[in-house]
C-alpha cells in the first residue's frame, strides 16, 4: 500500500513539473541608456529572452507618446540563449521618398511586445535617451533625366541620357535600372556624395556593355547620410530603336594593278547592314575622285571633316601613310545604294538600312612618287573606329 501511495506522489510531481511553463519575455535589457549617433555605426543592443515561442515587435516611443516601430512581428522560438538587436536611432519611415528616418534626439522607452500563438502576451520597457545631431535627411531635388526617351544604337542621335540631381548634405548614392521584365541592374554603387549638383550618363547598357532590349526603364536614387537617413526617388527613360550597328565589307577589287604616275586607280567595294538598326551615313557619294594629295576633309573647305559618334563610312588607305586623324583612310565614301538626291537628308546624308546592300566605287587618282603601293578598304565609324580594317590588300605598281 505504502509504495503504490509513494508512485501515485511521484507521478503527481512529475505531472506538475510538466505543467509550469517558462515566461514568455525574461531577462530585457539595453546594453546603453543614451545613444549619440555620429554616422559611425554606433548602437546599443537590446537583449532578450523568450521562453514561448512567439511572434515579438519592438516599438521606440518618444515624449509625446509618438511610436517607431522597428521590428514588426519576428517569429522567435523558444530557448535559453538570450536574443540581441541593434538599435541605431533609425526607424522605418512611412513614406515612399523618406524610407528611413534617424530619430530626433529625445528620451524614448524601448517597449517589446511577445505574443504566442495562442494569443498570450507579455511585454517589458527600458528607456533610452538619444542624443543625435538631428541632421537634415539627404533629399533628392531637381530629379531630371534628359532625354527621357533614348536609342542605344551608336548613331549619334540621343544615345545616352543625362541624370541629373541635387543633395543638400553629403550621402552615399546607390542608382539601380528596374527593367520592364522586373530584373534589378546595378548602375551606380555606394558612391559617396557631396552637396552640390550631381551627374550620371546613361547609355542603355548594363555594367558589363549589354545592349538593354526596347521597353520603359525606372532608375531609382538612393541616398544613406552618416546617420541613418534614408531618401529614394524614382522616374522612367524610356529605350527605343535599341541595336548594335553591324556591317560587313562582302567584297573588294582594285584595278589597275599597274599604273603610270598621274593615272586613276578604281576601288569596287561591296557592303551589306548585317545589323539591326540603320547606319547613319555621309560625305562624297560613290564615284568620286580624290588625288593622293588630298584627304577626306579637305574636300570643299571640309565639308566632309569627320562628324564624331554615329556616321560610317568606307574608306581607303596604304601601308606607307601615317599619322592620324584624316590622315588614317584619308579617302571616304558614303556608304548607301542611293544617289545623293535621294538621301534621308539630300546631299548631307543618308541611312543604310539594315539588310541592305550596296556597291561603292572610289577613284584615286596617284601622284604620290612611289613605285608601289600597298592599299586596303576599312569601315569606319567617325570618333568611334574602324570597325574592319585593311581588307582586300592590294599591291599597285607605278612607273615613272
Known amino acids: 500500500m505504502k509504495h503504490w501511495v509513494l508512485g501515485l506522489c511521484i507521478v503527481a510531481a512529475v505531472l506538475l513539473a510538466g505543467c509550469s511553463t517558462a515566461p514568455i519575455l525574461s531577462n530585457v535589457t539595453l546594453s546603453a541608456s543614451t545613444l549619440t549617433p555620429r554616422g559611425n555605426e554606433e548602437s546599443v543592443t537590446l537583449s532578450y529572452t523568450v521562453g514561448q515561442s512567439a511572434s515579438v515587435t519592438v516599438v521606440l516611443v518618444d515624449t509625446n507618446g509618438t511610436r517607431y516601430t522597428i521590428r514588426d512581428r519576428i517569429a522567435r522560438q523558444a530557448s535559453s540563449d538570450a536574443y540581441q538587436m541593434r538599435i541605431d536611432g533609425t526607424a522605418p519611415n512611412n513614406d515612399p521618398v523618406w524610407q528611413q528616418r534617424a530619430l ?7 517597449s517589446i511586445f511577445a505574443e504566442t500563438a495562442a494569443g498570450e502576451l507579455s511585454s517589458a520597457q527600458v528607456p533610452l535617451t538619444i542624443k543625435s545631431a538631428d541632421a537634415p535627411p539627404p533629399m533628392i531635388e531637381n530629379l531630371l533625366s534628359f532625354p527621357t526617351t533614348i536609342s542605344p544604337n551608336a548613331d549619334g542621335r540621343d544615345d545616352v541620357t ?6 543638400p548634405v ?3 548614392v546607390d542608382i539601380t535600372i528596374a527593367t520592364p521584365d522586373g530584373r534589378t541592374l546595378p548602375f551606380i554603387t555606394g558612391e559617396l556624395t557631396t552637396p552640390a549638383v550631381h551627374r550620371q550618363v546613361w547609355n542603355g547598357k548594363t555594367t558589363d556593355g549589354l545592349i538593354l532590349d526596347n ?7 538612393r541616398a544613406q547620410d552618416l546617420y541613418g537617413n534614408i531618401v529614394q526617388k524614382s522616374d522612367h527613360i524610356t529605350i527605343e530603336a535599341s541595336g548594335q550597328p553591324q556591317a560587313l565589307i562582302t567584297y573588294s577589287y582594285m584595278a589597275p594593278q599597274q599604273i603610270e604616275l598621274g593615272d586613276v586607280i578604281t576601288v569596287t567595294m561591296r557592303i551589306k547592314n548585317t545589323g539591326t538598326v540603320p547606319i547613319r551615313t555621309y560625305g562624297p557619294a560613290s564615284g568620286y575622285e580624290y588625288t593622293t594629295n588630298e584627304v577626306f576633309s579637305s574636300i570643299a573647305d571640309g565639308k566632309y571633316t569627320a562628324k564624331s559618334g554615329g556616321f560610317w563610312r568606307i574608306g581607303v588607305d596604304w601601308d606607307a601613310n601615317s599619322g ?3 590622315k588614317r583612310y584619308p579617302y571616304r565614301w558614303a556608304i548607301t545604294p542611293r544617289p545623293p538626291a535621294e538621301w534621308k537628308i539630300p546631299y548631307v546624308e543618308d541611312e543604310f538600312l539594315p539588310g541592305e546592300e550596296c556597291e561603292i566605287v572610289g577613284r584615286v587618282r596617284i601622284l604620290q612618287q612611289e613605285t608601289k603601293m600597298g592599299f586596303y578598304v576599312g569601315l569606319i565609324q567617325d570618333g568611334v573606329g574602324f570597325f574592319q580594317d585593311k581588307t582586300g590588300r592590294t599591291i599597285i605598281k607605278i612607273g615613272f
Open 324 to 326: 592620324g586623324a584624316s
Open 215 to 221: 521597353g520603359v526603364y525606372t532608375y531609382t536614387i
Open 104 to 110: 530626433p534626439s529625445g528620451d524614448y522607452v524601448v
Open 162 to 167: 543625362e541624370i541629373t540631381y541635387q543633395l
Open 170 to 172: 553629403t550621402a552615399t
